[in-house]
């Protein structure tokens, strides 16, 4: 196997000093998740330093650290033999990594952001794009500003493509994020009210996603929504800074990949769609609405990597949600069993809309109920109240039979909704716990969503702690073999 950095390499990247021979097969900036070959960089976090973490990380198979020198001067048990790699600062030395496997690479490199769907999209395109060349993408949501180098530095020499998720919540994240992913494709899923803690409107919002646009040359493509509110000013900002490849995705009549007309299903859904012309027909794994926009996204940032986008629609139709992000199981109960759908990674006013539709379209067995557990979206600012009391009218029309909310923001929505849809109200996810593994019964479908710091994870946990789950795609596979 070709070694993604020898030490010569990686010292010529950073500018630092390999203290041995050393090849790695990957790079990693945590010690508890260290595979054997990785290089190690030890981080200095705000609340932690990976220097403290450099033995447990060879003790866990990895075959160098990347260090400051000053901390190789002053560390009296360093053993001399130690794998090495000596820079002034081990942040600069990631990014460094970043921006060296991005120069000698001649991948395809998309970059994605948006204030929903980008997981999702990068996701999807990544795993149509490996049926067609070696493929690096972002693992999870590592989109931050750890996270995006970090991709960046995995991504081997020889790759045909690159899909790369930018995240921000402040102004000049994406600026910087964009810097070190260069991009030939930049796609902005939407702008939504997401991070309005940090930003004074929408508008600001769109503003920082169009930072994007910043590190591309003349030949760059932009891929943007055409039915969001913010495509004008998105636009604007692409000619701004001196694009002109600008396409759009989108049910609109003026979209060059548009939506035409599609079926939902539970298992996912039936989609035709006009291609720059063309009108193609393919099938979405994946449920819900908010997954047959993203195809389209897919689908024309595909097109514009240069890519077949008859084998990328292949694709579509094995795409599943990951695990926090819309993931289905089914939990056995006594006799019986009830479906969960796990939305516990994030939440913001469009995932949670697009997520309370899915559950419309999912029907109960027989006796069975919808019910949604809810935790609170954060980082809403002054309008976090209005924000979630917005929700009532959705979950009405989705005929939800049953609610259960947590956190403080979502008392709004507890005094918005009739008292009998209410199942509990809790300041805390934890004190819903048992209130909502009581309640479920067979036939029901389960929906779980907030935001990452309103702690839904263990709700979901204590559901599939009932009995064993099977996930959705194993369940459908057993099905087909029976």
Known sequence: MTALWTSTEAAAATGGKATSDWQASGVSIDSRSIEEGDLFVAIVGPNTDGHHFVENAFAGGAVA????????????????????????????????????????????????????????????????????????????????????????????????????????????????????????VAVITNVEAAHLAFFESEQAIADAKAEIFGSMDATGAVLLNRDNQHFSRLHRHAEQAGLEQIYSFGEAAEADFQLLDYALAPEGSEVCASVLGDVVEFRVGAPGRHWVQNSLAVIGTAHLLGAEIWDVMAALAEAQPAKGRGLH????????????????????????????????????????????????????????????????????????????????????????????????YATTSEDLVDAVVASVAPGDVVLVKGSLGSAMAPIVEALLAIKPPTSWTERQVAGNNA
């Open 65 to 184: 650290a990347v260090v400051t020198a000053q901390w190789a001067a002053d560390r009296e048990t360093i053993r001399e033999n130690d794998p090495l790699l000596l820079v002034a600062d081990t942040m600069a030395g990631l990014e460094a990594l970043a921006r060296g496997a991005r120069e000698r690479s001649s991948a395809r490199i998309a970059a994605i952001t948006g204030s929903a769907g980008k997981t999702g999209t990068k996701d999807a395109l990544a795993v149509a794009l490996t049926r067609l060349g070696r493929t690096a993408a972002t693992r999870g949501n590592l989109n931050n500003q750890w996270g995006l180098p970090l991709s960046l530095a995995r991504m081997p020499a020889d790759s045909d493509y690159g899909v790369f998720e930018l995240g921000m919540s402040h102004r000049g994240e994406i600026a910087h994020l964009a810097s070190l992913a260069r991009p030939h």
């Open 329 to 424: 199981h089914r939990v056995a109960l006594a006799d019986d069993e009830f479906e969960l759908i796990d939305e516990s990674y994030n939440a913001n006013p469009a995932s949670m809309r697009a997520a309370i539709e899915v559950l419309a379209t999912l029907v109960p067995r027989p006796g069975g109920r919808r019910i949604a557990v809810l935790g609170d979206m954060l980082e809403l600012g002054s309008d976090a109240a209005n924000l979630h009391r917005d929700l009532a009218a959705g979950l009405g029309r989705s005929n939800v039979d049953l609610i259960f909310l947590a956190g403080q923001h979502m008392a709004a929505l507890a005094d918005a909704l009739p008292e009998s849809k209410i199942g509990a």
